[in-house]
């Protein structure tokens, strides 16, 4: 029987506390279960070379993009794999939009190779290989995706730690828009930590972070007009920080006037995608109709009842 490995990894999405996360500040985050990312990993007769098979990239491993090179090239080297493989990825996860899609590769990857060897993959240890791949892709990442990930449970992260929250359980929607911009989490973590070294906006990071512990409460509460108002403040703090978008602030305008009560950027920013809270599916479905129209890519309406 030829070798072949399988695995598979959902999203996420942040709530609140993205980039401060990266100073040590807390994090809400939450499972993207729509958008979910599978690969398989199968052995190819030894006269071949290795292959990567993807909607991004079709072709020799040698040729692929970073990211992927790097995480198929230390599996092979790492385990002393003599045969070529090929790599399949499938995915309705939209790269570089703050969704968590390298660390949902990363996990479905790390699945898969031990599914191809055969061999245990406790939790700890696939958050170590998932963490390893993410710093090749974010340089300096908190963790909260691969975390998130992993778990599979909306999560409070603070300094490496995980506390597990309760499934969301409030009378509202959210609105869940990939801009269509291509963002780069790393060039913006980077930007964000250059531009605290000035303490006038280190001060805007602990806000961020006093802003996640009253999300934290708005959840526990069930007080979704509590968590719109962390949404908007949020979002004015991350603009100060320069990671919001010119098509990010065009989408939250329209959407207010949709009816829409707040709405924020998601992940690393300057571009990717946003969230935005809506009262009700009717409001929810006319921001959906005027982020299409404005351009936006992918949309997602999910109900915060659980």
């Not at 703050?98 to 031990?114: D, E, I, K, P, T």
């Not at 979002?235 to 959407?255: C, P, W």
């Not at 995608?273 to 009717?282: Q, T, Y």
Request: hydrophobic content about 40%.
């Amino acid at each position: 029987m030829t070798q072949h490995g399988y695995g598979e990894a959902n999203g996420k999405v942040i709530l609140i506390g993205e980039h401060a996360v990266t100073f040590g500040e807390p994090a809400i985050a939450i499972p993207f279960t729509t958008g979910k990312i599978c690969i398989s990993i199968d052995a190819l007769h030894p006269d071949e070379q290795s292959y990567v098979k993807s909607a991004v990239f079709t072709g020799a491993l040698d040729e692929a993009p970073e990211h992927i090179h790097a995480v198929v090239t230390r599996f092979i080297e790492k385990y002393d794999i003599s045969t070529p493989i090929q790599v399949t990825i499938d995915s309705n996860l939209p790269p570089s939009r703050g969704l968590g899609s390298s660390a949902a590769m990363a996990v479905a990857f790390v699945r898969a190779s031990y599914d191809y060897l055969d061999q245990p993959l406790p939790d700890a240890l696939l958050l170590e290989e998932a963490n390893w791949a993410e710093r090749i892709a974010h340089g300096k990442p908190s963790g909260i995706d691969t975390q998130t990930i992993v778990s599979n449970k909306p999560v409070l992260f603070e300094q490496g730690k995980v506390t597990t929250l309760k499934p969301l359980a409030l009378d509202g929607y959210m609105v869940v828009i990939d801009t269509g911009v291509k963002g780069s989490t790393k060039q913006a973590v980077e930007d964000v930590h250059t531009l605290c070294e000035d303490d006038a906006y280190l001060q805007h990071i602990r806000a961020l972070g006093e802003l996640v512990v009253q999300a934290r409460d708005a959840i526990q509460e069930h007080d979704f007009a509590k968590l719109a108002e962390v949404f908007n403040q949020g979002q004015g703090h991350l603009k100060t920080l320069t990671v919001s978008h010119e098509m990010i602030e065009i989408i939250l305008k329209a959407s207010r006037e949709q009816g829409a009560i707040a709405g924020k950027l998601t992940g690393g920013g300057r571009g990717g995608s946003m969230i935005v809270l809506a009262p009700s599916m009717e409001v929810a479905e006319q921001v959906s109709d005027s982020a299409k129209e404005l351009g936006a890519h992918h949309i997602w309406i999910e109900q915060l009842g659980g």
